[in-house]
């Protein structure tokens, strides 16, 4: 074999047994983002805000002393808290 020849052979591709496999497509997350209309921020009777995820509510009622302005929540893995909003809008909000 001449110089040239086993210069190209040392060069030469690899034979190739078909297409190339499709690129990779890139990993998700495997957390997703909550939707948007999921998470809603509420005040309590106090005045602190705090962050509420439907899924995480377990169940609602009217306050006694005053259930036009304010809704009882019971959360999981929680205590119930107190939030300034009328129980009607509450519901509306859990159940859609």
Request: proline content about 8%; cysteine-free.
């Amino acid at each position: 074999m001449t110089v040239m020849k086993q210069e190209r052979a040392r060069l030469a591709l690899p034979a190739s047994n078909g297409p190339a496999a499709p690129p990779a497509e890139p990993k998700q997350e495997a957390k997703q983002r909550p939707k948007a209309n999921d998470v809603r921020e509420f005040q309590m009777l106090d005045g602190r805000v705090i962050a509420l995820h439907r899924s995480v509510v377990t169940f609602a009622v009217a306050e006694r002393n005053e259930p036009d302005t304010a809704t009882i929540v019971g959360l999981r893995n929680a205590r119930a808290v107190p939030i300034r909003l009328n129980y009607t809008s509450f519901m509306a909000w859990w159940r859609a």
